[in-house]
């Protein structure tokens, strides 16, 4: 008996300990580079410049369905599994693009690669692609993200646009920003493009 509660107790004493490190700031994970145009209490709209991206495309409808399969298949390719074997930097967020026709993952690669100097993916379900500049409204929240989760924060990003006068298009998508093992401090975010630049006449 002793001894289990010793073992137990150094087991709570290192899940603290990483749990703690992983609370700490990283200023080795890239984040994709946006600028705030409008701050609000309960949401913001952001200017995203293009960015190069690794997608694959999926059936998936949910968001279980689409997260392991898709980050095991991205991830296969930035850990090596590519023409030349080159490993790449992971950043964040992790896309995600969940609906009922051809749902999506992508990784935005660091900012030093472009479409033409990425080694080629091995696997073809994978794809290199270069988005366009764009106003999206984000709507943030903490915790493990679910489907319950995206459906309920995607529904209040809606309201809030819609008393805002802010027309959007297009699906929402998820953004994630923790690695599964991170327990505390998470970051999640909805977001869906709008017509800013349009109707504020910027």
Do not use: C
Not at 129 to 140: F, G, L
């Amino acid at each position: 008996m002793k001894t289990f509660l010793i073992v137990s107790a150094i087991a709570v004493f290192i899940f603290i300990i990483f749990q703690s490190f992983m609370l700490m700031p990283s200023t080795k994970t890239e984040e994709q580079k946006y600028t705030v145009i409008l701050q609000e209490k309960d949401f913001e709209i952001r200017f995203y410049p293009s960015a190069t991206i690794a997608t694959i495309k999926s059936n998936a409808k949910t968001y279980k369905e689409l997260a392991n399969p898709g980050f095991r298949k991205l991830a296969g390719y930035i850990f090596g599994g590519n023409e030349s074997s080159t490993s790449i930097s992971m950043t964040a967020p992790v896309h995600m693009d969940i609906n009922d026709s051809v749902s999506s993952m992508s990784f935005v690669m660091p900012s030093s690669y472009t479409e033409e100097n990425l080694p080629k993916p091995n696997d073809p379900n994978v794809l290199i692609q270069k988005t366009a500049d764009e106003y999206v409204a984000v709507i943030k929240f903490g915790g493990f993200a679910s489907d319950r989760k995206l459906k309920s924060y995607s529904e209040k990003l809606y309201t809030i646009l819609e008393s805002k006068g802010i027309t959007s298009y297009g699906h929402t998508r998820y953004l994630g920003y923790n690695p599964p093992f991170q327990l505390f401090n998470r970051r999640n975010e909805i977001i869906v493009s709008v017509n800013w630049k349009t109707e504020s006449g910027n």
